[in-house]
């Protein structure tokens, strides 16, 4: 069978800028992908490679997401959902988790215009606001957990 592999600009492809975990899960993705063939003699199907029968299950996924050696998944994901917090701060610790907190940095790399003097920190005002600087290396932050755990 002939070789039918095309160089293909995969942030060409994705209608808004990947973030960093995206981007590993699709390095993973062509990398895998990498020596296989096309055969085109049999019909397409969606199968899941996780399951013998090729069936594709959320409990199989989440057990998949929890396993620690699993790459570029290093959050204990299940310990999150076992935190006894309101359900809207276990959902803002997820949204951190997996940075997509709406910073300004987040919000322009989907796309979103931000104007120069606006991109800084609104506490602090320095360099550009995003979640770990929100959320911890702000001056403001820094204080407030001060506070919080004295
Ligand atoms: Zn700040």
Redesign the pocket.
Known sequence: MASRKMETNWEEVFSRPLLERERCLLTELIQALHDKEINTNMEDRLIWIHDTAGNFSVKHLSSLLVQTNADCVEFKFDRLWKIKVPPKVRYFIWLVSIDRIPSKEFLIKRGVVISEELR????????I?FSF??LF?????ASFWQVIFS
Do not use: D, I, N, Q
Request: charged share 10%.
């Open positions: 800084g920190c609104p506490w602090c005002g320095l360099g606001e600087h929100l290396a702000c001056r403001f932050a």
